[in-house]
């Protein structure tokens, strides 16, 4: 199965959305006209894309009075351009610039935060990158456990320290054993934050702080973890966790059959942030590069 295809298969709600209901405003050969854009405007919101279902649409309605868009096919194209547009990712694996190259994950409790790192962790090993895991969610026991079961499983080494530990303690330490162990990737493991905790968040600067005094550049990617599951929600969280640490990349987890993948197209166009890696399952291999086009056209496949 192709990459097109397992995306695909776990956009059940949002295709559902956008292209079976699209096809329904066309039954019949109805005629593009304003009820019809009204109704498609309404589809588009439902498909948590918010506000920018009226731009699409306003578009839409500009390039049908042209004469550019006359029906369905027409309007699945405009719209794959229009969300493309939108839509901005590195489209390649993750190249380390740095040595070692330290990457911070962040995300909300339950957001699939610490399956990701250990995705992150199989996938990197499985190319051939030396990858140290740093456990510095020292608040859950289960957490630095988990990780520590995915790392065995995947051959990558782990820092970890007894529960209730500094957390910026552990990351010092990770970044220590990676500068003399020569390792090329640091993935830091972080609390899964309540973005509304004030204390966390400042936790969390702590954490940067401590690894740029150790590592020049250091975190030199910060990555936030979102469950594409949570929709609109979303939104807020990484608007929430941008104003407490400079996040450079997306992971949005939990991308199955129940997930609202419009939301991923506003984090983009309000936030500015790339999405660099999609899970689509529960296996460590349900894990890809994300793609643009390929998500586009799975959203919109007639």
Not at 47 to 62: F, I, K, N, S, T
Not at 101 to 125: D, E, M, P, Q
Not at 165 to 171: F, G, L, Y
Not at 188 to 206: N, S, Y
Request: charged letters at 25%; glycine letters at 8%; a neutral charge.
């Amino acid at each position: 199965m192709g990459i097109l295809e397992r995306i695909k298969s776990r956009l059940v709600r949002t295709q559902s959305a956008l292209s079976d209901g699209i096809a329904g405003l066309f039954r019949g050969g109805r005629e593009m006209d304003a009820a019809l854009l009204t109704e498609l405007e309404a589809l588009l919101y439902s498909a948590d894309l918010g506000p920018l279902a009226a731009e699409l649409v306003a578009d839409l309605q500009r390039r049908h009075k042209r004469g550019e868009v006359r029906g369905e096919a027409d309007v699945r194209a405009s719209l794959r351009a229009s969300l493309l547009e939108r839509l901005r990712a590195p489209g390649a694996e993750f190249t380390p610039s740095a040595r070692p190259a330290v990457i911070l994950v962040v995300g909300v409790n339950g957001s699939g935060k610490t399956t990701s790192i250990a995705k992150l962790a199989h996938r990197f090993a499985q190319r051939g990158h030396s990858v140290l895991v740093g456990a510095c969610d020292t608040y859950r026991a289960a957490a630095a456990d988990q990780l520590a079961i995915w790392a065995d499983r995947s051959k990558v080494e782990i820092v970890r320290k007894e529960e209730g530990a500094d957390p910026a303690a552990v990351a010092f330490e990770a970044l220590e054993a990676a500068s003399v162990l020569d390792y090329e990737i640091v993935l830091l493991d972080t609390a899964g934050r309540l973005h509304v905790h004030k204390q966390l968040m400042e936790e969390l600067k702590k954490i940067q702080r401590v690894a740029a005094r150790k590592i020049e550049g250091a975190p030199h990617e910060v990555w936030l973890v979102l469950d594409a599951t949570n929709g609109q929600n979303a939104i807020q969280q990484a608007r929430l966790f941008t104003e407490a640490v400079q996040v450079t990349g997306v992971i949005v987890a939990k991308l199955d059959g129940t997930a609202r993948a419009g939301a991923l197209f506003r984090i983009q166009h309000e936030l500015g942030l790339p999405v660099r890696y999609v899970g689509t399952g529960e296996g460590k291999e349900d894990f890809e590069v994300f793609e643009p086009a390929s998500f586009v056209d799975a959203i919109l496949a007639g």
